[in-house]
């Protein structure tokens, strides 16, 4: 199979971790007698000190001609510690959102058997922990109409959503469900925002559309309790997209480390791969990064853009094997040898 893959590093140690998950994407496509084709993009900050935008209109047609997209991460300390510079590298992440019609993040959420005692909860806890957040992605108060008034000293972020776009996203929910254990949670504040009774409204709406589904409702504090007491009771989470940049972050240290988590964002266009980990400019340019997330990512990839499971599951397992044997980088290695990022990219592809 040929595959057309945008490949767009961004900034900080996104670079190091997306060079890895090349590695190991090279490592798989040979073995199977696959012909991937890479063409990097810029983005973020990087993009903005190349061209003074964060995703350009050219690395917009890279990733619409390309059949998926492999993203690391965006962000630098310059732009977080200046709360009034026009342009930030963030802007790039909402924007490529928005023109590739990216609206449902794909977020899961497991435990890895050798690495259980890292996580801060305890194992009784989190042991047979595997479930998907569904966060909307394109609409909710980060696209909202935004300003300042009273000479600047009252802010405003508005909250919109239509009934369209929660049952694209619901759509989705449930299909996943179906594939599944059949239960879904829908995560809200009914019991305050109006937007988040459209939420509730449209999704007890499509009920009948899947009755073997067990859906349940709850409000999103009430959650945020919940994955931290017994993560194990969820699979399937639907939510606006608020609540779901929340709660995944929230969800994404069960597993005992940021670095370990994949995610994908699904839309109307090309979708995209990435890690849910930031772009952690301290590290940058140090070979200390974890990119584990970003190989999983991968995973992802080749799995739900080119439907190639075998593949997949061949990078999944030689990640597992990695972490059982002590290959790995200096956030998971404890008082045993630490790996540089490099070494462990190697390693995997050498084991694919």
């Not at 939420?199 to 994955?227: G, I, N």
């Not at 979708?271 to 301290?282: A, D, K, N, R, V």
Request: aromatic residues 8%; negative net charge.
């Amino acid at each position: 199979m040929k595959l057309n893959i945008a490949l767009l590093a961004g900034d900080g140690i996104g670079p190091e971790v997306i060079d890895q998950a090349v590695k190991v994407s090279n490592a798989v496509a040979k073995k199977f007698n696959h012909e991937i084709t890479w063409t990097a993009g810029l983005t973020g900050a990087a993009a903005i000190d190349e061209v003074g935008e964060p995703y350009p209109d050219s690395t917009h047609e890279i990733c619409m001609a390309a059949d998926a997209v492999l993203f690391g991460a965006i962000g630098h300390p310059r732009f977080d510690n200046d709360p009034k510079a026009t342009v930030r590298p963030e802007q790039g992440l909402l924007k490529m959102r928005q023109k590739l019609g990216l609206f449902a993040n794909v977020r899961p959420t497991f435990t890895f058997p050798s690495l259980i005692d890292n996580s801060p909860l305890k194992r009784e806890r989190i042991e047979g922990t595997d479930l998907i957040i569904l966060r909307e992605l394109t609409g909710g108060i980060y696209f909202g109409e935004r300003g300042r008034k009273d000479n600047g000293n009252t802010a405003f972020d508005t909250c919109t959503y239509t009934r369209e776009e929660v049952q694209r996203l619901a759509k989705l929910g449930f299909e996943m469900a179906m594939t599944r254990s059949k239960r879904l949670c829908c995560v809200d504040k009914a019991n305050v925002l109006e937007t988040s009774r459209l939420w509730r409204e449209t999704v007890q709406d499509m009920e009948k559309d899947y009755p073997e589904v067990t859906v349940s409702y709850e409000f999103v504090d009430a959650v945020a309790m919940r994955l931290v007491q017994w993560p194990n009771s969820y699979d399937v989470m639907i939510t606006e997209n608020l609540f779901g940049d929340i709660l995944t972050d929230e969800a994404s240290v069960i597993s005992g480390s940021m670095g370990l988590m994949p995610s994908a964002s699904i839309g109307v266009h090309t979708s995209l791969f990435e890690p849910i980990h930031g772009s952690y400019p301290q590290a940058a340019g140090k070979d200390i990064a974890n990119p584990l997330a970003t190989v999983l990512s991968a995973a992802m990839m080749f799995e739900d853009a080119f439907g190639l499971k075998e593949e997949a599951e061949l990078i999944r397992t030689v990640v597992n094997k990695s972490l059982a044997e002590g290959i790995v980088t200096e956030d998971l290695s404890g008082k045993n040898k630490a790996y540089k990022t490099s070494e462990v990219g190697d390693w995997l592809a050498n084991n694919i």
